[in-house]
């Protein structure tokens, strides 16, 4: 069993990205039919598709539900990394986008999301998405060392403002 899974490849690579992408600008009509299909079968709150509610609330016009994705369908621009085609089930997908060698662990599975949410996506934003490793840690497990990567999507507008930072864990063995 290796005394650790993190080669020094893999600590300098903390803070590389891993992908880059940007939205098409987003139309009210993409924020209805999020709405619509989320809310469904019920009716989507007029806040996502009413533009005199809208208007009148504390977000002073149309916004789409936290949980909306501008990247749903395609993006406008994406890095060349997204674009390779390193196939998602290799657990060793990390550490390929970056270009270095992976542990080589043969198992993976998903350790969790947290999310953070900054400002609301409007009509008309364009928004850019960049996805980097933040962390390694491992821990002893039952099946052996564990490697914990921890890898950090952040989302912002054109001009520079937080809309969503997510959180994903990703546990090997």
Known sequence: MP???ISAAMREAIGGELGRRVSFPVAESDIRRWAIAVYWPGPPPPLFWDQVYAAG???KGIVAPEDFNPFAWMSAESSAREDESADANDPDRTELLLGIP???LK???NGGVSVEYGERIRPGDVITGVNRLESYTEREGRLGLMLMTVTEDTWTRADGTLVKRSRNTLIRY
Do not use: C, D, K, V
Request: proline fraction near 8%; aromatic fraction near 8%; hydrophobic fraction near 15%.
């Open 102 to 104: 992976g542990p080589g």
């Open 3 to 5: 005394e650790t899974n």
């Open 57 to 59: 609330s504390r977000h």
């Open 107 to 109: 198992f993976q599975l």
